[in-house]
């Protein structure tokens, strides 16, 4: 599975966007993009994933650009409750397994 | 449940006793994973089940650990003669196997090990 590059932290003011990179610059034609993030020491929360086109749900929006080299998390509104370590994952998915890096460590501040 | 739920939450278990810890997977998910997180650390991987077979074990640090799956559902990993090192948190994840699936995580079990 491809290797993912991310900043190690940022700082988002609280009810602006919080737009997280990813690099994943190695990343095959069967590798989808997936986003988790994680709260303390709670089990890592599932956020979005994809595969060529940009997604959105009710917690994020994932851009993937045109080259899927990188890709880009927005949170919309973030929140005091977002603070959490965010992790960019690249999978070929099926039974492979996620390998978690050390993501970045989002802090949304008042 | 709509969730993975794990079993039991808190462990405070005695250097030397064996634990087992209990995952029980979202219904209809075939793939299930471990995982643990050691204080201030990542995620390390464990285990991969598909069904009841176990085709990727490369993250068992030690032939203390074990798991198993029966029924393609709940799995069980078991850690003999505790050592002071194996305090964690072990998470378990589960997801359908295919591409472009979601895993989901339990919240875990944490293990002290005095």
């Known amino acids: 599975d491809a290797k993912t590059t991310q900043p190690p932290s940022m700082d988002c003011a609280e009810g602006r966007a919080a737009n997280l990179p990813c690099n994943h610059s190695?990343?095959?034609?069967?590798?989808?993009v997936y986003w988790y993030r994680q709260i303390h020491s709670q089990g890592p929360q599932y956020i979005i994933h994809?595969?060529?086109n940009n997604e959105t749900n009710e917690m994020a929006s994932l851009i993937i650009t045109e080259d899927r080299k990188s890709s880009t998390l927005i949170l919309p509104h973030a929140t005091l409750r977002d603070t959490a370590v965010y992790y960019c994952?690249?999978?070929?998915?099926?039974?492979?397994?996620?390998?978690f890096g050390t993501g970045t460590q989002l802090k949304v501040e008042l | 449940g709509a969730g993975v739920s794990q079993s039991p939450s808190n462990k405070v278990t005695e250097k030397g006793k064996d634990v087992e810890l209990r995952c029980d997977p979202i219904s209809g998910h075939t793939a299930l994973y471990w995982y643990r997180q050691s204080l201030g650390q990542g995620l390390e991987f464990l285990i991969y089940?598909?069904?009841?077979?176990?085709?990727?074990k490369s993250g068992l640090p030690s032939d203390r650990f074990s798991a198993e799956r029966t029924g393609g559902s709940v799995s069980t990993l078991t850690i003999q003669r505790t050592q002071q090192e194996d305090s964690a948190v072990y998470l378990c994840a589960s997801g359908r196997g295919s591409p472009g699936n979601t895993i989901y995580f339990g919240e875990g079990s944490w293990l002290t090990v005095v």
């Open positions: 994952i690249v999978i070929r998915g099926g039974g492979n397994k996620l390998t």
């Open positions: 089940f598909q069904g009841n077979s176990a085709p990727d």
């Open positions: 190695t990343i095959s034609g069967n590798e989808y």
């Open positions: 994809g595969l060529k």
